[in-house]
Structures are given as C-alpha cells and as structure tokens.
C-alpha cells in the first residue's frame, strides 16, 4: 500500500473516533455539537503526558480519554435539562470556550535543551513518542483500527445489554422511557461520558500519529462533520459513523475529483440524504432486517425441532 | 472625569456595533419564531451575498448603492435556496435534522465564496467618509451613526409590517398557534418562505452596513454573523422580537468594555461564556423566559 493510501486510511480511523463520540450522543437523543472539544481536550492531554511528563504512550492515551471523560461529565452535569436546540447551543458554546481556553493556553519546558509545550496560538509540535517507539506507518494504521474497531465491537455489544435498551428508549421517547422507571438523567450522563472517553482516545491518537496540534483544529467544523458522519452513515448501529468519515474522507477529501469543491459536494449529499433517510444509511429498521437474516438461520432449528 | 467620559464612550461605541448584532439576531428571531427552527446557515448566506457584490465592486468597480442591493438581492436568494432544501422538506420532522441540514449547506455557501474569491482580505465599499462628529467630550463615526440610523428605522419597519400587514398577521398567526394557522387558511410554504425570504434581506442589509464600515470582507464573516446573531438572540430570548434588539445591545456593548479592558481574545471568551452561563441558568435569556417554563411545564405534565 503506498504512503498516501496508509495516511488517509489512519486519518479515517483517528477522525472516526469523534463521528462516534457524537453517534453515542445520538442515539440518545441528544445533538452535540462540541465533541471536538474532548478530542481536544484528549489531544493536549495526551501530548503533555508523553512530551512534557515523560510518560509511557499507553499511560498517556487512557489519561487523555479520561480527561475527556471527565469533561464531558461535567459538561453533561450543567446541559443534559436543556432540551433541543438549547443543549446542541450549549455544547457548542463550551467547544469554543473550549478553543479560546487553549488558545491561552501554554505550558513550556525545556528538553534536550528544546523548548517544548503547548504554545498557544503558535500550537503543540514534536510530539514524537510514537516515531521515537519505532512505529511504522503500518504499525499506526493498525494500532488505529485496532482501537477503533475494539470500540466499536464494544459499542455493538452494549446495544444487547440492559444499558444499550435503556439508551435506546431514551433515545426514541425519553418521556415513555421515564414512565417505564428508566433514570433519564443518568442514561444520559452515562452516554456523554462514554462519549467524552471516546472523543479524548481518539484525540491522543491523533496528538501523536500527526505529531503537531494546534487549537484551530479542534474548531466547529470538526464537530459539525463528526455529526454528520453520525447522520450519514446511520443510527442504527455503531458502524455508522465510520461509513461515514470513509465516505468524506475517502472518497471526497482523497480523490482529485473534487478538489476545491469537496465541501459543497459533501454539504448536498448531507442536506440530500437528511430528506431522503432521515436516520442515515444504515438506519436501525436496516440494521434490525440484516440481523432477523442472520437470526433466521440460528434460530430456526431449536425452535421448529 | 475622564473615566466616566471613557465609560460612556465606549458605551457609545458597543451600542454602534450592537445595532448590528440586533439586526442579525431579528433576522435569526423571525425565521426561528416561525418555524421552531435554527438556520444556522444564516451568515453563511449574508457572506455569498457580501462575495458577490465584493467581486464585483473589484472587477466592476461597483459602488456602494449597487453593492448594497446586490448584497441584499443575492443573500435573499441564498435564504430561498435554504429554506426549500433545509426546512421546507423536514417540516414536520425533529428540529435537529435541519438544524444539521443548515449547517451543510453552510459548507456548501462558504465554499462557493471562496471559490469566487480566494483571498483573505476583500476589499468592500465603504458607506461614507468623513471626520468623527465632536458632541461635547464624545467622538461618533457619521458611518457608525448612519447604520445606527438605519437599523433603527429597519427595526421599526418589521415591527409595522408584522402588525400592519396581511402577510405580518399571518406569520404571527403561524409563530403563535401553527395549528390554528392550518385551520384558518394560511399558506404555510408561501408564509415560511417569505419569512426567510425578509430574514434573509434584513441580515443582507446588516450584513452590508458592519462591511461598509470595516471595508474588507473576510471568509470569517459568515461564521462571525452567525455568531453574533445566535448569542444576541439567545441573551434576548429565543424568538422574542424586543429581546432580539435588547441582546444584541447588550452584546455590543459589553464585547466592547471586554475588548478595552482586556483584549480580543478575551472578549471573544467572554461573549461564549456569556452564551453558556445564560443557556444553563436562565435558558429564556432577557425576554424569552415565558416559553421556556411552558415546554417545561407542558414536559412536566407528561
């Protein structure tokens, strides 16, 4: 595979971790449009422990999906009674404050006789952790996907669990859901933390496969696409959102096809799909077929013999 | 003495530009009071619309009349294009897929304009030249005066059209009891559309006054109008008109203590943190408390 193909494909899996941080949102129904925040709250994180505390990349990378966590829970505290467009505003609001905060931000020291540290404006570079460990292009994308696809097998795995019905009741009604003795408040604080430890893992990722981050990368338009891989690929489970930043990035961002017009291309197809299929490609009425195809072959025999 | 002349001026100074803010958020206030519904593309249409008219002031040389109606002409246009792909389709549906869709079609507005034209800075035709006026210790731009000035009388018109005309009644009928609008005869699409349509040339002309007196148009603008508009809105009260004009004051005025004293980092800060202390304390803002208790106590009783 060459160098440019293994680039887009870690990039793919490092943004997917904020399409799904916003599709846990989601499903409960709840529209965040500041899990960029946590994805860069999780960066910075991640980047201090390793360059500036000297810590190991696998202490570094839970610390920053904690500190993701822990922010989204304090954030969930203060927003999850706003309702609608109250609560999507609000979180918003926090992602720029989020923004400006490191913006302000700066935290230098000295190693190897360099200057290192978040600078403010100037941004974070040589976060080298991962190159100093020897890793690969290859060895990234699979450490990429390797965590990617263990968080999404988690996430598909809890949609059988008692919490994964209750957050999906949540989701569809959480009026009905209360009446059926579910602590709406809690389902919900439960879903931003977890999706806060998302966002946060992913943005450790990202902190050290790109090696330099900077507050504007972690402004509205990240959290709006992370949204919208959510809206794109489907609701019905968590494969969505990675459908979806393949679709973006792959195909729009990687080909030559639409250089310079990749936004207005991918601004249609999410105002044209949002008419079309209002709960994204793999939506949950798709998601229930494929499984009763699959149950059908399972099932059929214990319960005819 | 001379801090109290300070204090006032720079009070002056915030309620210039917060006359701006409070036609951006009347435009947001009357597309949301209609249709419970976000256009957070609203700035984005206002910049393809300011592009246009810049491109050709640069390549025509046009002056400031003719780029102030094509400024209006074309975000008017923008707001149609909105409205029949973002929210005429959803109607009906959850607030938040057109609240996505909007800001799709941000992407897609902003893109265009920077396809038109690439550079940061655009050069804009400016309202008017000339000295500050001197009245007493106080400075006041005639620039800043005149958008005072038509902003004022922007708002009295939208005021009179709303309770004055058919077409006002009909959408407070609509804003007020949608299911009585239906009952009654009143043309939902028709009403919706013209709805954006005069959001979408207030926001037009506001748009032109803050360029004409900044003269330069950057590809910021469409994320700033949107913001401005959207914490003004919010500090008002979402979808009260009177609050619309008082939150976009108080944000001018208080961005502009903020930047005086502390730098514009910090009021950019302050104004988000505003907008966040305000949803989670008193989401109904100045005005808008009323509606707020009513969902919760409606939310309650279920």
């Known amino acids: 595979m060459s160098d440019a193909a293994l680039s887009v494909l870690t990039n793919i899996g490092m943004i997917s971790f904020v399409g799904l941080s916003a599709w846990v949102l989601l499903t409960v129904g709840c529209v965040s449009f500041g899990q960029q925040a946590f994805f860069g709250l999780g960066a910075y994180t991640a980047g201090i422990a390793t360059v500036v505390w000297q810590l190991p990349l696998a202490l570094a990378l839970p610390l920053g999906a904690a500190i993701g966590a822990g922010a989204a829970a304090v954030l969930g505290l203060a927003t999850l009674r706003l309702h609608g467009l109250y609560f999507s505003i609000a979180t918003f609001a926090f992602a720029e404050l989020c923004r400006i905060g490191i913006e302000l931000f700066r935290y230098r020291t000295t190693r190897d006789g360099q200057p290192v540290g978040p600078d403010g404006v100037e941004g974070f570079g040589d976060i080298r952790a991962v190159f100093e460990a020897g890793l690969q292009p290859v060895d990234q994308l699979m450490l990429v996907w390797f965590l990617l696809t263990a968080a999404v097998a988690v996430l598909i795995g809890l949609e059988r669990t008692r919490h994964g019905i209750r957050a999906r009741m949540v989701g569809e009604d959480s009026v009905a859901a209360a009446l059926h003795g579910v602590d709406v408040a809690r389902v919900k604080l439960a879903a931003a933390a977890l999706a806060g430890a998302l966002a946060g893992l992913g943005g450790g990722l990202y902190a050290h496969l790109t090696t330099y981050i900077e507050p504007r990368l972690f402004d509205a338009m990240l959290g709006v696409h992370a949204l919208a891989y959510g809206l794109i690929g489907g609701l019905g489970t968590a494969i969505g959102p990675v459908l979806g930043a393949v679709l973006d990035i792959g195909l729009l961002e990687s080909t030559r096809i639409f250089v310079g017009t990749r936004m207005i291309v991918f601004g249609g197809l999410v105002a044209v799909l949002i008419i079309l299929r209002p709960r994204g490609i793999l939506d949950e009425a798709l998601v229930r077929r494929s499984a009763c195809l699959f149950r059908r072959h399972a099932d059929a025999r214990p319960r005819h013999g | ?302």
């Open chain 2, 1 to 302: 003495m001379s801090l109290l002349v300070d204090f006032v001026q720079t009070t002056l100074d915030g309620s210039m530009a917060g006359s701006a803010y409070a036609l951006l958020a009347l435009g947001f206030t009357l597309m949301f009071g209609v249709m419970r519904r976000l256009n957070l593309s609203f700035g984005a249409a206002l910049m393809l619309g300011a592009y246009v008219a810049a491109w050709l002031h640069l390549n025509a040389g046009l002056g400031a009349l003719p780029v102030a109606i094509l400024t209006v002409a074309v975000a008017t246009l923008a707001g149609v294009y909105i409205e029949r792909l973002c929210f005429a389709p959803l109607r009906g549906r959850d607030a938040v897929a057109s609240l996505v869709s909007s800001f799709a079609v941000w992407m897609q507005l902003e893109e265009l304009a920077t396809l038109m034209l690439p550079r940061h800075t655009n050069a804009f035709p400016g309202l008017m030249d000339g000295d500050p006026l001197l009245i007493g210790p106080f400075q006041l731009r005639p620039d800043q005066l005149a958008m005072l000035a038509i902003a004022v009388a922007l708002m009295a018109v939208v005021w009179l059209g709303l309770r004055r005309t058919r077409a006002g009644l009909a959408l407070r009928v609509l804003a007020d009891q949608p299911g009585a609008a239906i009952a009654v005869g009143i043309d939902i699409r028709t009403t919706a559309l013209l709805t954006f349509a005069v959001a979408s040339a207030l926001g037009g002309l506001a748009a032109f006054l803050i360029l004409a007196g900044d003269r330069q148009v950057t590809p910021m603008f469409g994320m700033w109008a949107t913001m401005k508009g959207l914490i003004a809105m919010m500090l008002g009260g979402l979808g009260s008109l009177p609050g619309a004009v008082a939150g976009g004051l108080l944000l001018g005025v208080i961005e502009a203590h903020a930047q005086l004293r502390l730098g514009p980092q910090a009021r950019d800060l302050i104004a988000y943190g505003l907008l966040f202390v305000c949803l989670v304390w008193r989401p109904g803002g100045l005005f808008g408390q009323t509606l707020v208790d009513t969902e919760a106590t409606a939310r309650a009783r279920l």
